[in-house]
Structure formats: structure tokens, C-alpha cells
């Protein structure tokens, strides 16, 4: 039975085995095949699957009981296929637009599995597609492809098997990782040896884990023996019974291995899961297979087995491509859907906007009203049998039925009848409208930095832009360039500054001056060759310019290799044998003889050398986190230099500025042989391998003696005092979450303008819960408003003493307290226009700092700022004892600054925050570290970065540059708010103009079911003649010019609440509805009331009265969505006039046909009404007092009530009439032409917030 992915435990069931050379076993294992499909569809597949889907929604599920109920014979009052076509259009829409998606997978997946390859088969190399790979395959890798499976590396063209390669496609990550052959494979370096290859790999289940692997191998080596007979050479097996073969004592089984990772990741079950079964076959050391057993004495072979360990570094990827290496062999491990970029593939969840929570919940309102509606107009329809067409014997047909028979009957028609209430043409609308608004997205210019241009994933949240109330940020990289510059250091207490004196530490180093001191010298060249040699950094040549350039997982360490170079430390090439470099003009090899590798628990690396290019003495160069490396000092370091490097720690961190401190230590021979050996017993180990190897290196990073620090500047990005600053006076709370020290994270939020010297700044730094809950309340009761009276409440609520009802009157007014103070810091949201940058010395830091001594009356009545300081211990005993109270002084703050906290722990700030607040939250981040934040928040942003891809991979959106965040959110997402809104509220109202005067007509015939208007007519009334200016309206829309956005944000704060499309907006729509409805019904009913209406004397008919109210409704409907247009442009002219000449157009030919389908309604019914008089005067004040009515409402609410953004345009023409008065004036003075321009010139400049 299989496992699931990610076992910690390998055991005989779990255990899978490949052996090389031996295709038949590998076939018979069941392993997949190597073609990948990501595609939802097949060809056989596609309708039925997308039929399901669709019908997932509950809005086709119900147009599709309407259907079916039109087609019950005697009930729909309506032709039935209009009924049928309207739910045809839109699933067709929807199909077309999910296999275009589809088949844009299926290319890209066609593309990936027609990769050339070459593969050892028939004992020459030959070349397939990447799909005929199979597991067990020996697979030739160039530089530069792709891996086309999990592949164990056998061999390279690198030192002892090394090669590097690069996982961007897999982790986002762009530097490049080392990957090291097992030490048994290394010499299979050329196909005559590949084919000689027996070998044996027994490695875990498939899983998503990228950074866990745990296996064994074995490889059957021949020694040639001289004069001895050959063990077991009677014809058995070979090995059996032979030393070679027996198991020593005390090894343990490869199958009864642990995992090496104490950490697990949610499942990949589920999602392209494999289901097959495996046949197991438990490897033993008799009977494998592997060779056949000699014969003869003298001359011979003994046969035995070498074993080795295998981890993560010995797998190849598939999608990560070979780098700094001309070839490699690699064994087909994991292939198709059990490689880890496939288990890896996992559906992200569909997010859904608060504008379509809104949308739904108006689809069930107006089902709702439907359904009261035939519930009532078929009662009425049982009241009409029983007190009139009983007796009336004209109505012979109608007394068929019974009471009950009656009422479903009619309910059944009044539901065809009524179902024009759902606009169904809104979603295909609305779906259009989205996708259009993403690429407006991706086309603007604006948002483009070096080539790189937004890039929208969804297109669902695009309205979600324009309500964003809290920002959550990553520092490194997303506020800053993540471009690292070596600027200073301190040696011995002493600060260098690389920028104003660069090479100046290593002239020191190197110098011959008598007046520099031997110590000196010798602690600055121990600074250099820690730099230089203590890092991961691959050197390069680059082959077009020649220069050799510097590769590396970590921006920093390039940084220091670069600085080490600037100073006559120069890392020239990375081997086997070490590190070839080049100090003051000599080269030397300093060999690599242990590396403590870099983690993040650990926070720090070492590696193991010898001096004087290794000829000297064993040490110890180790670089790490300052709370990490002074724990790990030796008491020998002198106060003094502990002290100074202390101070400088500081001042590096206040100018935000990046840290990292430097230390050595002698070893002694005796000391580092031990040591080593336990070191590879722990790297070796198949359980808890990093939790071993951690603790030996503990063993060895001890009694440092302290070198100095280093200080690296990541640099803010353009604009980001400038665009941060914008979202704070748009209401928006700005939150940021980063790894880095307190001093470091607050210097960077002074220069970004996060914090200001007007800012109250408070910090929560506690060393238990208690000392943290302890601070929180104090800030609380200071900044809070009623926060004495919120604890107060909270702990007699707590202690459950009170009574019930006391008890609940508590509650209440508690709940009352927080909706208040929730209220009172959405309006008390300022900044102050003075706030500038504090000094570059970071002096401005303190101000508020600290105590947090201030009364707080400044937070109280809105006028100051108040910005949070935590750490991540803090924040831990917050997020777990104090939550309430933490969420309670956060909704007072303007902004938080979150340091030494986790990926986890920015999630989890996400998540808290978002859900107690209920307010959207956007989460942007450029690493893979952001990953977790960027998926927990209702809007996840990406930088399209220097660290990789990943981040923007798993967002919604990926901006190029932090900058550009203003516009996506201001701009495109104010707009796309303020489009999909009217267009929602839009295409209800053209709906329901129509609905109501079905229903006043029910009261005219009886509640008989009858329609008033054109099955024909009716069905293209929503998708053809009022359909282009809605779908204009939502795709161009605009309210105010964007450089007026960017000159007043508090604009922004107006879709905080969803405004323009929410529940008074809704009903105002619904109002109209029903004005205007009445307005052209019950008039045009009057007039043909007992009249005759043709000049001939022949009185109208239904359609005549039908045709000619619809035609005024039609009418009506694209005049208002005129009135409603707020930025008029070609395309709405377009599509007003447009629609208005294809709805008379159709009548005209329409009602020249004697019959449609069977439908003979209409016949010359038009050309008989354009011929009336009455009918031109009907339509002429019908629509004119609509309309009219619609501008008056217009005009009143401009005048009266104004909102900001209609603000906005009168200061616009204002602006322009004053700088047209000045022109003239200028005019005029040059000319002595006397005018009155003068009279406009006192008119004062409009710089001032209007909002």
C-alpha cells in the first residue's frame, strides 16, 4: 500500500527501488510516465467537465430551471427558445474563455514535453523527447537545459561531481546552489563506464518537499584478485556467503530511515495525485540481481557493494536548469506526476471580492422578490377564477383547473415570466469588463520598470484595489532595491568607510609601514579572508566581456566578496581542492576542509581552513547574526573592542544599514579530526540529519575571537517616501513586516516616511507575556480614546462574576466602545502636511519613542500619528495571551513596524488582523519567504525582484517596483471599483424598468400570465440593445482625471465602504426603476383606453401597446446610461447611438416578416406605429420627463450635496478659469489693451485637502 507524500519514516512498504542498466525491473515498478499535463480538459472530456463547472454557479443553475420549466408545454408565456438562447450565449462565453485558458496550458505543456534529451540506451546515447524519459533512465545534461526529471547526479564535468544549478522556476530563488555527486558514482563519468554501472538507489516516496530528500545507494564494484579462488564461485549468486556481502554489525537497514527534516507542508494529495500500485520488492543483500557469479580459480574478480547516504544536495530538479557546467549524468528518479515541481502544482484558492459578496446578495434579494412576486400574482390569479372567469363564459378554458392545480400552474408561468428580473447577461458583462480593466492594467506604462511590466493574475480582484485599508510590507527587496553596496566596517573598533576610501582596509592589511602595528595588520587581513573566504559566491566569467563576475544565494555575500576584491582580496576560481584566490598580486589555494553551512535557525556559517594558503595552522572563519555571534565570543576579546563594535552595531543599524558580525578561532589538530569525524557520521545520518548536524557545529562555533562587523546598504527604491506617504493620507494603514533589527526597521520607516518626527513612536519589547501584556494595556489607556474604560470592561467580563444580564449589558457596551473607537480612527486618520524626513543621523527616531511618556491627547483627537514598534517575541506572546488587546491599540496606530518576526509570524499578522477587523488587507512582498503572507492576505502583490520569481508567481498581482503600488491602487483600482459598480447597479435598473410594467400589466389581464411584450424583443433586449453601453461604461468609465487622484489621495478613502455600489445605491436604482416604469406604463395605458389609436379607426392591439413601450423604455434605458456616464468619449457615443439604430433597425425588419420561427406577432405592427402622430408625442414626453426628472435629481445633489470626486471637477474648471484670466492679463499688460481679466487674478490657489 502506498504512502502518503511526505512519510517521515522509510520502511520496506514505503521504500522505492531503481537499479541501473536493468529497464525490465524499472518498468515493472510502475512508475509514471515523464509527460506532464497540467490542462483541465481533453478533447472527449471538455463538455462535460465544463457543463459541471458551470453549473457550479448558482446564477446558470437557475437560468437553467427557467428553461426548463419554459419548455413545459401550456406554462411559458414566451416563446421557448427564448428561453433556451440567453443560457446558451452565456455558457458558450464561458466555454470559449476556459478552453482558450486550456489551451494555452496545452501548449505550454506540448513545448515541455518535446524537449530534446539524451539518454543511455542501448549502450550509446540517444535522443528522445522529454516525455519518453523514464525513471531509471541515465540521463546527459548540458549547460544550460533543463533537467527533464528528478535525476540523481552521477557525475560532472565539475570537481568530485560538483555542479550548480539554478531553481527559479522551482523556488524563485536566481542564485546558484551547489549539488554534489555521492562519492560511489563520481568516476561513471563517460558512457563506457555508464554501461558497466550496476548500481541500486532506494529512496523515499514522492513528495512536494523541494529542500528534503533521503535515500541510499549502492554500486557493485570488481576488484581483479591474482591467484585465489573466487567466494561463492560454485555458480550461485554473487555475494552470496561472501565477506563482501555480509551485513556488518550493527549497520542499519536503508529501509528503516528517517526523514531529514523535522518540518512538514500540507499535502500535495489531491492535486495531480498518481493513483497506481506499486510492486514492492524489498532489496536484501542476497539475490539482487546485480551481476552473476564468476567461475574458475587464479585470476578473478571480487565483487562487493559501496554504499552511500543521499540528501537533497545529490537531486537535480526537474525545472531548475544546469549552470557553471558543461555536462552532467544523471540517474531518472522521480518522473511525470511524482516530480516535485508537480506536487508542487496546487490550485490556488479562488479569492472572491466583497463586490461580488455584494453582487450575490442582491441575485437573492431580487430571487426573493421574484418569488413573492408569483406567489402573490398567482394567489391573484385563484382570487380572479373564483370571483370573475367562473362567470364569464368567454373564459370557458380557464375554469379547467382547480384551485392548487391553478397556482402551481400560474406560478410556474409567472416564473418564466418574471425571470427577466436576473439580468443574465450582467455576468458575462462583468467577466469582460474584469478583463479588460487587467489589461489596462498590464498596458500602463506607468507601472514599468527596465522592460518589466505589471502583470495581473486575477482579474476578479481588480475592485478589491480601491478598498484597501491595511498594507502590509516586506522590507528588503519590496521597500528597498535589495541591490547590496559594502559601505563601512569596523575593525577593532575602528569604522572604515568603503565609499569615501575605498581600498583603504586593504592597503592597511597589506602594508609594509613599520607605523602600522602587526596587530592591526594581522586583524584586517583575518577581516579580508573572512569575507573573502567565508561564503557560497561561484565566480564567472563572463563570456561575452571577459570580466569575472560573482554568483551567489545571498545578495550580502556577493556584496562582501565584491568589497573583498575592491581591496586586494580577490576570489579567483572554486574547486575541489578549495578556494583559488589572489591576495596583494599573489594567487593561493586555501582548501575548504569543512563548510558549516548557513541556515535559518542557525544564523550564522563557518568553514574550516589552514593559513598562509594552506600551509599554517587550522581555523575557524565564521560570519553571522550579532544576537547569534555574541553569544558564541571568547572571553578573551577585550571590553574595549566588544564595546566599540557594539556602539558601531548600533550606529550601523540607525542608519539602516545592514549587519553582519565577523569572528575566527584557532583548532587543534587532534580537536578538528574528532570533530570531523562525528561531523560526517551526522551527515550521513537518514534521521533527523539536520537537527545532527546542527548540534555537531555547535561543537566547533565556540570561544570566537571578534574581528569586527560589517555594514551593507540596501538602498529605498524610487519613490517610496513618496508613495508611502500618499497611502497613509489615504486612509490607508501601513504595516511592515521584516527579519531585520529593530534599529535597522525603524531607521528604514523614518527615510521612507513611514515614521516622521511628528509620530509618537511606541515599542513592545517584552521578555515574557506578562511584560507584554503589561505594556500593550499601558499604550492602550494612553492612546486609546475610553481605553481605562475597554480594560475595565474586558476583566469584569473576564473574572464571570456578573450576572446574565449584567453580564450582557457589559458586552454591549463594550461592543459599543470598540464600533466607536473602530469609527473614530477611520475619520481621525490624518497626516500632517509639514511632516518631512528626520536627519540622515536618525536623531528623528527618538521623538516619541521609547516610554511612550506622552499624554496621548494628540492620538485622542486625531491630530498626531502614532507608529508601533515590536519585536517578534513580543509579537508571539501578543498574537497567543493578549490578542484582543493587541488588536485593540493596532486600530489606533496609523502604523506598525513588525521586526525579527518569521514568515509564519507575517501571516499570522495578516490573518488576525484582516479577520478581527474585517476590513481587506494587501500583503506585498518580493522573496519566498513572503509567500505565506502574500497567499494569506484578501489581496496578494509580488515584486517582480532581484531575490526570483516566487513571490510574484503565488500574488494576484506582480508590480515591477513598490512605487508603482500607488498607481495600481489609486488609479486602476479606484477605477475598476467605480466601473464594475455602475455597471452591476446599471444593468439591474435596465432590467427592472422592464419587469415592472410586466407586473402592472398582470393587474390589467387578469394575472393571466399574458406578456406584454415580444418573446423576440425581449430576448435581445438584454443582449443586443442595451448591452454595448454597459459593457462601455465598465471597460472606460471615469470620474475625475488621474493627475487629480494623484494630487488629493483622500479620494481613496470614499470606496473604504463600498459606496458606489452598496445597499442605499442598490435601493436608489430600484427606485428609479419603479418611477420610470410607472411613468411610461400607466400613461400610455390611459391614452389607449377606449380609444382608437389608428387613423383608420381600428383600435391597438397587445403589441401594438407593448412595442411601443418598450421602445420608450429602451429609450430611456440608454439616455440614462448617458445622464450616468461621468468621462463621455467616441466609444459612448458609439454605443448609445449605436444601440438606438440597431433596436429600430431590427424592429423595421422584424415586423416585415410574417412570422420568426413560428412567431407571427409583429407582423408590419412597427410600420404601423411609426405612421401615428401619437406615438411621436407619446415618446417625446415620456422620455422627456424621465429624463428630465433624472437631471433635476442630478442638479440637487451636484448643488446640494456634493461628493469629493464632483469637488474635484469644479476646482478643475475653477483652475482653468483662473489660468485663463491670467493669460489674458499677461495679454493685456503686454498689448496696454485695458481688460477685465484682473478681476480673476485674487482667486487663491486650491493646494489644500478638499476632502
Not at 30 to 42: A, D, E, L
Not at 292 to 311: D, T, V
Not at 321 to 336: D, E, M, P, Q
Not at 1102 to 1119: P, R, Y
Request: glycine content about 8%; aromatic content about 10%; some cysteine.
Amino acid at each position: 500500500m502506498r504512502s502518503k507524500p511526505g512519510v517521515s519514516k522509510m520502511d520496506a512498504a514505503t521504500t522505492l527501488s531503481l537499479r541501473a542498466n536493468e529497464a525490465a525491473f524499472n518498468a515493472s515498478q510502475g512508475f509514471p510516465s515523464n509527460y506532464i499535463r497540467t490542462t483541465k480538459y481533453t478533447i472527449l472530456t471538455f463538455l462535460p467537465l465544463n457543463l459541471w463547472e458551470q453549473f457550479h454557479r448558482l446564477s446558470n443553475v437557475y437560468f437553467l430551471v427557467s428553461m426548463i420549466v419554459a419548455l413545459i408545454p401550456g406554462v411559458s408565456p414566451i416563446f421557448p427558445i427564448t428561453s433556451i438562447l440567453p443560457l446558451v450565449f452565456v455558457l458558450t462565453v464561458g466555454a470559449i474563455k476556459d478552453a482558450v485558458e486550456d489551451h494555452g496550458r496545452y501548449k505550454a505543456d506540448r513545448a515541455a514535453n518535446s524537449v530534446p534529451m539524451y539518454v543511455l540506451r542501448g549502450g550509446v546515447l540517444e535522443q528522445v523527447r522529454t516525455q519518453d524519459v523514464t525513471s531509471g533512465d541515465i540521463v546527459f545534461v548540458e549547460k544550460g537545459q533543463v533537467f527533464p526529471a528528478d535525476l540523481l547526479l552521477l557525475s560532472s564535468s565539475g570537481r568530485e561531481g560538483q555542479c550548480y544549478v539554478e531553481t527559479s522556476n522551482l523556488d524563485g530563488e536566481t542564485n546558484l546552489k551547489l549539488r554534489q555527486a555521492a562519492h560511489v558514482t563520481v568516476e561513471y563519468d563517460n558512457v563506457e563506464k555508464l554501461n558497466r554501472l550496476k548500481m541500486r538507489v532506494e529512496f523515499e516516496e514522492p513528495n512536494e518537499h523541494l529542500h528534503e530528500f533521503k535515500g541510499r545507494i549502492s554500486v557493485q564494484v570488481s576488484e581483479v584478485v591474482s591467484g585465489h579462488p573466487l567466494p561463492g564461485s560454485a555458480g550461485g549468486p554473487v555475494g552470496e556467503g561472501t565477506k563482501g556481502e555480509e551485513k556488518k554489525e550493527g549497520e542499519k537497514d536503508p529501509s528503516a530511515a528517517g526523514d531529514s527534516s523535522e518540518h512538514t507542508s500540507e499535502s500535495a494529495e489531491g492535486h495531480g495525485e498518481h493513483k497506481r500500485s506499486f510492486r514492492r520488492r524489498r532489496s536484501s543483500r542476497k539475490g539482487l540481481g546485480m551481476g552473476g557469479g564468476g567461475e574458475g580459480e587464479g585470476e578473478g574478480e571480487n565483487i562487493h557493494e559501496k554504499h552511500a547516504s543521499l540528501n537533497e544536495t545529490h537531486l537535480l530538479l526537474r525545472g531548475s536548469s544546469l549552470r557553471n557546467t558543461k555536462w552532467v549524468y544523471g540517474f531518472a528518479l522521480y518522473t511525470g506526476t511524482d516530480t516535485k515541481i508537480f506536487k508542487n502544482l496546487k490550485p490556488k484558492a479562488h479569492k472572491f471580492s466583497a463586490l461580488e459578496h455584494r453582487l450575490n446578495q442582491f441575485v437573492l434579494f431580487i430571487f426573493v422578490l421574484q418569488q413573492i412576486a408569483c406567489i402573490f400574482c398567482s394567489g391573484m390569479s385563484v382570487w380572479f377564477q373564483k370571483k370573475t372567469a367562473r362567470d364569464s363564459f368567454y373564459l370557458e378554458g380557464y375554469n379547467d383547473y382547480n384551485d392548487w392545480e391553478l397556482f402551481v400552474r400560474n406560478f410556474l408561468t409567472f416564473f418564466v415570466l418574471f425571470n427577466v428580473m436576473i439580468p443574465i447577461s450582467l455576468f458575462v458583462s462583468l467577466e469582460l469588463v474584469r478583463v479588460a480593466q487587467a489589461l489596462f492594467m498590464m498596458w500602463d506604462d506607468e507601472m514599468r520598470h527596465r522592460g518589466k511590466r505589471m502583470i495581473a493574475k486575477t482579474s476578479s480582484l481588480n475592485d478589491e484595489l480601491a478598498r484597501i485599508e491595511w498594507v502590509f510590507s516586506d522590507k528588503t527587496g519590496t521597500l528597498t532595491e535589495n541591490i547590496m553596496e559594502f559601505v563601512k566596517c569596523s575593525v577593532i573598533g575602528h569604522v572604515h568607510n568603503e565609499t569615501t576610501c575605498p581600498g583603504q582596509l586593504g592597503q592597511l592589511a597589506l602594508s609594509q609601514d613599520s607605523r602600522i602595528g602587526k596587530n592591526t595588520r594581522d586583524m584586517m587581513h583575518d577581516f579580508l579572508l573572512c569575507m573573502l573566504l567565508c561564503h557560497d559566491v561561484v565566480p564567472e566569467v563572463d563570456a561575452s566581456s571577459g570580466v569575472l563576475l560573482y554568483e551567489s544565494q545571498s545578495p550580502d555575500e556577493t556584496a562582501l566578496t565584491e568589497a573583498a576584491r575592491a581591496n586586494g582580496y580577490e576570489l579567483l576560481q572554486r574547486s575541489a581542492e578549495g578556494l583559488h584566490v589572489r591576495i596583494g598580486g599573489r594567487e593561493m589555494l586555501y582548501p575548504v576542509l569543512a563548510k558549516l553551512e548557513f541556515n535559518a535557525d542557525r544564523k550564522r556559517m563557518s568553514i574550516v581552513t589552514r593559513e598562509n594558503g594552506g600551509h599554517g595552522r587550522l581555523v575557524l572563519y565564521t560570519k553571522g547574526a550579532d544576537s547569534i555571534m555574541y553569544e558564541r565570543l571568547s572571553g578573551e576579546n577585550t571590553d574595549y573592542v566588544k564595546n566599540e563594535v557594539d556602539d558601531n552595531l548600533g550606529m550601523f543599524a540607525r542608519e539602516g544599514l545592514r549587519t553582519l558580525v565577523l569572528g575566527k578561532r584557532y583548532l587543534k589538530e587532534k580537536e578538528f579530526h574528532s570533530w570531523l569525524k562525528r561531523f560526517h557520521e551526522a551527515e550521513s545520518s537518514l534521521e533527523d540529519r539536520k537537527m545532527k548536524v546542527d548540534a555537531v557545529c555547535e561543537q566547533l562555533e565556540h570561544s570566537l575571537t571578534l574581528l569586527g562587523c560589517t555594514a551593507i546598504e540596501d538602498k529605498l527604491q524610487p519613490e517610496v517616501p513618496e508613495t508611502i506617504h500618499y497611502l497613509l493620507e489615504a486612509g490607508v494603514s501601513v504595516w511592515v513586516l521584516t527579519g531585520d533589527k529593530r534599529e535597522t526597521a525603524v531607521n528604514i520607516a523614518f527615510s521612507s516616511k513611514l515614521l516622521d518626527s511628528s509620530t509618537k513612536v511606541i515599542h513592545v519589547a517584552a521578555k515574557t507575556s506578562a511584560e507584554c501584556g503589561e505594556q500593550i494595556r499601558k499604550y492602550i489607556r494612553e492612546f486609546v480614546p475610553n481605553g481605562d474604560s475597554i480594560l475595565s470592561l474586558r476583566e469584569e467580563i473576564a473574572k464571570g462574576y456578573l450576572d446574565r444580564s449584567e453580564l450582557k449589558r457589559k458586552k454591549r457596551l463594550l461592543e459599543h466602545l470598540l464600533k466607536q473607537n473602530s469609527q473614530h480612527v477611520k475619520e481621525g486618520t490624518k497626516v500632517h502636511e509639514s511632516s518631512s524626513l528626520p536627519p540622515e543621523d536618525g536623531s528623528g527616531s527618538g521623538s516619541g519613542s521609547g516610554s511612550g511618556s506622552g499624554s496621548g491627547s494628540g492620538s485622542r483627537n486625531g491630530n498626531a500619528r502614532v507608529g508601533l514598534v515590536i519585536n517578534g517575541v513580543s509579537l508571539q506572546y501578543a498574537l497567543e495571551d493578549h490578542l484582543d488587546d493587541f488588536v485593540e491599540l493596532s486600530l489606533a496606530c496609523h502604523c506598525a513596524i513588525c521586526c525579527r518576526i518569521t514568515p509564519l509570524q507575517k501571516a499570522l499578522v495578516v490573518h488576525l488582523v484582516e479577520k478581527r477587523t474585517n476590513k481587506i488587507g494587501l500583503a506585498i512582498g518580493d522573496g519566498a519567504n513572503d509567500v505565506s503572507m502574500i497567499q494569506e492576505a484578501k489581496v496578494g502583490i509580488g515584486i517582480i525582484g532581484v531575490e526570483g520569481t516566487q513571490a510574484a508567481r503565488a500574488s494576484d498581482y506582480a508590480i515591477p517596483q513598490f512605487r508603482h503600488l500607488r498607481r495600481l491602487l489609486m488609479v486602476h483600482g479606484r477605477y475598476s471599483y467605480l466601473r464594475s459598480g455602475d455597471l452591476i447597479l446599471y444593468s439591474f435598473y435596465k432590467n427592472m424598468i422592464v419587469m415592472f410594467c410586466q407586473l402592472f400589466y398582470t393587474f390589467y389581464n387578469g394575472f393571466t400570465g399574458q406578456t406584454l411584450f415580444d418573446s423576440w424583443i425581449l430576448l435581445f433586449y438584454n443582449m443586443v440593445f442595451t448591452a454595448l453601453p454597459p459593457l462601455i461604461l465598465g471597460i472606460f468609465e471615469k470620474d475625475c482625471p488621474e493627475e487629480e487622484i494623484d494630487r488629493y489621495p483622500q479620494v481613496y478613502r470614499r470606496y473604504h465602504d463600498g459606496v458606489t455600489c452598496n445597499w442605499l445605491q442598490f435601493w436608489k436604482y430600484m427606485g428609479f426603476s419603479l418611477v420610470h416604469s410607472a411613468l411610461v406604463f400607466f400613461p400610455l395605458v390611459s391614452l389607449f383606453d377606449e380609444d382608437a389609436f389608428v387613423s383608420n379607426g381600428r383600435t391597438s392591439g397587445i403589441w401594438f401597446q407593448g412595442t411601443m413601450i418598450v421602445t420608450i423604455l429602451i429609450s430611456i434605458a440608454l439616455l440614462k446610461n448617458g445622464i450616468d456616464t461621468r468621462s463621455w468619449t467616441i466609444l459612448n457615443h458609439f454605443g448609445i447611438w449605436g444601440s438606438f439604430l440597431t433596436y429600430f433597425g431590427f424592429l423595421l425588419w422584424y415586423s416585415s416578416l410574417p412570422s420568426l420561427m413560428g412567431q407571427s406577432n409583429m407582423y408590419f405592427v412597427v410600420q404601423v406605429m411609426f405612421r401615428s402622430p401619437r406615438f411621436y408625442m407619446i415618446f417625446v414626453l415620456c422620455v422627456v420627463s424621465v429624463i428630465m426628472m433624472d437631471i433635476a435629481y442630478k442638479y440637487i445633489q451636484w448643488q446640494f450635496f456634493p461628493v469629493d470626486w464632483q469637488l474635484i471637477l469644479e476646482l478643475v474648471k475653477f483652475r482653468k478659469v483662473k489660468e485663463k484670466a491670467r493669460k489674458e492679463a499677461e495679454e493685456a499688460l503686454m498689448y496696454q489693451i485695458p481688460s477685465n481679466a484682473g478681476d480673476y487674478v485674487e482667486f487663491e490657489d486650491d493646494q489644500q485637502p478638499l476632502i
